[in-house]
Each structure stands twice: as C-alpha cells, then as structure tokens.
C-alpha cells in the first residue's frame, strides 16, 4: 500500500498574532520542522498544504499546494481535496493528513491507520485531520464540497467510511499548539 502525506499548514494563526504557524518555533525550530521529521519515515512523497506565497516554504523542497478556487471557503477539507488531486497524479493509494501545529503525533501513525481509511482518537476525541484518506475518496469529496452546506470534516470521514484508530499514550499525541500559552507548555 502506497501512502503519500499532506501537512495542513493553511490556518489563519489568529491566536498566535497571525504569524505563519508553520514557522512558529518549538524548541529552537519550525513547527513544520518537528512534523516533517515525524512524517518522513511514514511517508513519500510528502506535500504541504497552503495559501498565499508558496516560495516561504522553498528551503523543504516540497510542492506546496494551493486550495482550488471552488472550494477556498471550505476550511481544511479544501486542502485534502487539493491533497488528494496531488496524490491521485502521484500514483499514491492513501493520503495521510497532518496538521502544521500537531507535532507530537506517533512515529507510527501511517501503520496504525492502515489500511484507510481511518482517523486517530485519544481519550475518546477524533482527531479527525490526523487521518489516512483513500486516493480514490477525491471525486466523492469534492462533490460534497460543491454541496450547500456546513463542510465538516466529520462528515467528510464519515462519507468514505474512515475507521476510528485508538491510541494510547500518557500524553495526547495529537495536542495542537494554537497559542502561544500552549507552546510554552511544551518548550
């Protein structure tokens, strides 16, 4: 089974000030930096998903990827939709998704959550954009896109049948860091 990745580094950061989340610092580096070094070993090839300049990004020597214009107004799910086109040229089955501000997810994560699709929880809370979505998922979600309603990722991975994968660990492995207060708890 082939398993590309997507790092989901298109938030707004509006606790952090609205700085760059991909470039907010935890422990001396980039929160992009922590995710790519836990991703690396799970996955290839790996993508970053993001609006605005993608050149920020150049030092990865990653494709980064913009949201289609049809979907810029559905949150992250555009972003796995412009994950899963990526993925589908790239010949992948599986698209593991990764937030930016996630950094402590599990070094086995992409073998945990297969075979897809499938989405992590701990302590009983889905996590649901730590997940491994099938390639063959893209055509079904950007019709759901294309819908007049509230887009929520639940949803989405309840639409191609995602199973709940149980983790345990002392600490959440899917802790996001969404303000400064958070990183520090951490540093």
Not at 40 to 54: K, L
Not at 59 to 67: E, G, T
Request: aromatic share 10%.
């Amino acid at each position: 089974m082939s398993i590309a990745a997507l790092i989901l580094a298109g938030g707004k950061a509006t606790r952090f000030g609205g700085a760059d989340k991909a470039f907010v610092r935890l422990n001396g580096r980039p929160l992009i930096e922590h995710v790519l070094e836990r991703l690396r070993p799970q996955a290839s090839p790996i993508a970053i998903s993001a609006n605005g300049e993608p050149t920020r990004f150049a030092a990865y020597s990653l494709p980064v990827l913009a949201d289609a214009a049809e979907f810029a107004a559905c949150g992250p799910l555009a972003g796995v939709a412009a994950g899963l086109v990526w993925a589908e040229a790239a010949g992948v089955e599986f698209l593991l998704t990764m937030p930016v501000d996630t950094p402590f997810f599990p070094l086995d994560l992409a073998a945990e959550l297969s075979p897809g699709p499938a989405v992590a929880v701990y302590a009983g809370r889905q996590h649901h954009l730590a997940a491994l979505w099938p390639v063959a998922f893209r055509k079904e979600l950007e019709n759901f896109l294309r819908r007049d309603v509230k887009f929520k990722v639940r949803d989405a991975l309840t639409l191609c049948g995602a199973r709940q994968v149980a983790f345990t660990s002392p600490h959440d492995p899917f802790a996001n860091l969404n303000s400064p207060g958070e990183l520090s708890g951490f540093e």
